[in-house]
């Protein structure tokens, strides 16, 4: 069974229709899609994949972090989205170093008040 029901199409359309907040979309075989976006479109990107009317990304299931100390942009915050009324998942990942801030989504997603405070605990409170 594939995982996303919307297209690869449907998602490269929805992409070039936002091409400033996109830095990369990634496929994989499974389905699962990967969408990087820039550090400044945070806020407006995920309003727009709440929103949409071919996405409905209503729930953010987890919000992490990764560190690879020897990239210039170290950290990788990765957001887990689902969409219920599609069955859908999207993996959003923003790069980021230790100097810059990111918008909290909070207001978009409730459930990511925890997520940012451990996420800025275990990585970014120390520098």
Do not use: Q
């Not at 990369?24 to 009317?53: D, M, P, Q, W």
Request: proline residues 2%; contains cysteine; glycine residues 2%.
């Amino acid at each position: 069974m594939k995982l996303n029901k919307i297209s690869s199409t449907m998602w490269e359309n929805l992409i070039l229709s936002i091409p400033s907040w996109v830095e990369k979309c990634e496929f994989s075989r499974t389905g699962e899609v990967t969408i990087t976006i820039y550090s400044n479109s945070v806020s407006a990107f995920f309003l727009y994949v709440k929103n949409h009317t071919n996405l409905r990304m209503k729930m953010l299931v987890d919000l992490t972090a990764v560190d690879f100390p020897a990239r210039d942009k170290r950290f990788e915050v990765v957001y887990h989205l689902l969409s219920l009324d599609f069955n859908t998942r999207l993996r959003v990942k923003v790069h980021v170093n230790e100097t810059t801030s990111l918008s909290s989504i909070e207001d978009l997603y409730k459930s990511s008040g925890w997520f940012e405070r451990e996420v800025w605990d275990l990585f970014f409170k120390s520098f």
